[in-house]
């Protein structure tokens, strides 16, 4: 039996993170790697030692294979984990460790290779009795010979690359006709892809989940399996949530996936963590898609209806010692449901999105897994993912809900993120009642669309906080002007939220903004707020303050809120003759609404300081709306009239 004593994570991110938190709960001593950009990054703050690898370009850092042994070499370390990505399924890199005589944490370079294959492995699957679709995957077949073995498959089709896998090198074919033209284009795409042009064919199964099961074993003989994750809602075949257990399995089932999943293991002798992917039909009938040599991203969910460490299995099983637990001593506890917080952006087709992370909360009640925290940098040079945050519940419904709450209470700016789209995601009617399929998304294009918030509620909210700043000691909104009510019963406070002004008045528990009052009523704790105003209900974040800037964050979307509008704006005509030029209190209104007002005409008297200041339109114009009325107390700079000018 090996002993590791030092362990080297060839990663970075988040998942370095992760496996050097378990490492120290372990007693090992952790050593982590960096690039040039990674220099002060937050895997490279926590570990005990780290070693520089070379140019931010993950091919001559993270993926540079003799960069890595070197430090592995230099440091003593005794291990590798390789996490998942970079060189985490590639056999050389296994095998390189082995001849260093380093072990490597993950399965034997030929488990890696022969999954690699997706003909050979789909072939070993099928000889062992897991269930595969109709295919036709044999070696070396030309042109004509699969024109004829897809006439057998039957349409429609899928053209897979033999090196491919994820989706990339895969093409659907519908009818025989277009199948020469797609087999030359999958082809093309495979050979530049992946340097290898072949290709399996295999019958489509177009509604269907992706479910897939954790599974390890040793080198003792034991294989098991930890249960399922039901990771269909995707994006361009990039996971957006995952969750586990699959919603509605049989408890007859969930079984037979996991004992198909272990004979998968046994098939290849298997050693570690895997994950076994199958496609699940709405008939409840289950096949091989393929299986990953690695510990997946979406491993958290699995931990958390487990509670084990896998992680530390992956350890266990590195040095020689047998599973910690065996199959009938596992068992699922509750529901857990993981969300990815990438850096990209919504507007624009979620391109990724680059920067420094000026400001972040992560919320309570959930685990994060993160890579950066505030003040680190997210680069263009790696996977953009910012974390993980993963949800348990007694089942599935809270777990979810417990996540979208979760994605209120966090705030992030600095980069743009998709933190509203996992929310809108969460919520949606189909998700929540568990109907999931690998194109929920294809089918609900305005998932992904941003969605403005409606202004009018966040108006309210910003203008409820701000009137009542004061209130508790030491707020983050301490440091706003005031717009407390003069001994009077109304209140004014102008906004801007983002580019749209506002003018919310509050009096008798009332809020009138635009054309609507509603009783409103808001609560706070700490930063968290909820406001209620009238049927609407918005809870979210308010914070950072920055002047007369307030970051409200609601619904995982951050709105900057100005509280005190600069005259010197671009705010139309002559609406900005009308501001109170000092606080005071409104004795007059002239102007009749909607009439003609000429240059010069008194428009509103205001009194302060025991002088009357009346207050003349510089420009023809109209009145559209007097925002306040004789009696009203306001404060400095409260816009008073929605005044039009005339068109030129
Ligand atoms: C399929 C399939 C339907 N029928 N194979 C996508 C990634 C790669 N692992 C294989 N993939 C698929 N293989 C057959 N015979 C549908 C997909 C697929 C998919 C699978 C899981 C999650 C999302 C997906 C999105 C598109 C296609």
Redesign the pocket.
Known sequence: MARIDTLLIANRGEIARRIIRTGRELGLTTVAVYSDIDADAPHVREADRAMHLGPASARDSYLNIEAVLAAARDSGADAIHPGYGFLSENAAFAEACAEAGLIFVGPAPASIRLMGDKAAARQRMAEHGVPV?P?FDREGADDATLLREADRVGFP??I?AVA????KG?R?VQRAEEFEEALAAARREARNAFDDDRVLL?????T???VEVQVFADEHGNAVHLFERD??V?RR?Q?VIEEAPAPGLSEQQRQELGQAAVRAARAIDYQGAGTV?F?FSPEGEF?F??MNTRLQVEHPVTELVTGEDLVAWQLAVAEGRPLPKAQQDLCLNGAAMEVRLYAENPYQQFLPSSGRIDQLRWPDGVRVDAGVEQGDIVSDYYDPMIAKLIAHGDDRDQARRRLARALDQLALTGVHHNTAFLRRVLLDEAFAAGELD??LLEHRPYLLEPAGQAPEPLAVAAATLVAGQGQAGGDPWSGLPAWRPLGRRRTLVPLRVDEHDFTVVLDNEQATVADRRAPYRLRRHGDLFELDWGEDRLSGQALFFDGRRLTLFVHGQDYRIETHPARESEHAGGADDFRAPMSGTIVACHAAPDTPVAAGDAVITLEAMKMEHTLRASAPGTVRAFLVQAGDSVSEGTLLVDFETEEE
């Open positions: 679709l295919g089709l899928l897979k491919g896998g994820g989706g895969m659907a295999e019958r489509y199964l177009p269907a989940r992706h990771c269909s995707q075949h996971k992917e496609l096949f898609m393929e690998t194109r």
